[in-house]
């Protein structure tokens, strides 16, 4: 291990950059764990919590000033690893409740609602975040504090809180008891529903209801 690692990892536990890591290395850990279905009932309530806990991070890195790395290029992390396993995964386990619908800027006018998958978006965070891991690790610690907070801006940090949003959705609909609205062939290959109203969608998505999903997903007893 360089003298570079060993610092970076025995820094100062009230140091940001070491709590930062620890939220990105727990929210990775966390998912890793969810999408092994060892706890099928309880993958809405801990993904929620999850993405929930890491806005908090990615919170203090859009709060923070910007951050500006010791080296003018990025150094080579190396090969992405492969998260296509994880993704599908979590989509097996989210089916069919995988799909739901986002603005992607809330700021531009009249904007038109995206189909998206949080199977997709999960992986997507995930990329982000260990890239950023592996320069940590690397005891490249500006470097990674400044891709976790330009990756926050750019992408992990909206991905996320559509996700979130989508999460809570979820939740909120089995514990207030109301049924889910018709998805109307929503699916992530195209912007809005055929024609006739039969999209490619898993046909039994725009037919489950808060009542059906509350005990697979864990959020009500049976």
């Known amino acids: 291990m360089s003298d570079a690692t060993l610092n970076a990892i025995t820094q100062d536990p009230d140091d940001f950059a070491v709590q930062i890591s620890d939220q990105v290395h727990s929210f990775i850990v966390s998912v890793a764990e969810v999408a092994k279905g060892d706890e099928p009932d309880s993958v809405v309530p801990y993904l929620l919590l999850g993405v929930s806990q890491l806005l908090l991070a990615g919170g203090r890195l859009g709060a923070h000033e910007d951050i500006v790395p010791d080296e003018r290029y990025e150094p080579d992390v190396g090969p ?24 992607f800027d809330p700021y531009v006018p009249r904007s038109a609602p995206v189909a998206c998958r949080i199977s997709d978006d999960l992986a997507d965070i995930i990329t982000d975040l260990r890239h950023g891991m592996a320069h940590y690790r690397a005891g490249r610690v500006s470097e990674a504090l400044w891709w976790w907070q330009f990756s926050y801006l750019s992408n992990w940090g909206p991905t ?3 996700a979130l949003r989508a999460l809570q959705s979820l939740v909120a609909h089995v514990r207030l008891d109301k049924p889910l609205d018709e998805l109307d062939g929503l699916d992530t290959d195209s912007t809005a529903a055929d024609e006739d109203g039969d999209g490619s969608l898993e046909a039994e998505a725009g037919e489950v209801m808060a009542a059906e999903i509350g005990v697979p997903l864990g959020l009500k007893n049976a």
């Open 80 to 103: 992405e690893p492969d998260v296509d396993e994880l993704r599908e995964r979590l989509a097996t386990l989210l089916d069919p409740v995988d799909v739901y619908s986002e603005v």
């Open 160 to 162: 996320a809180s559509a």
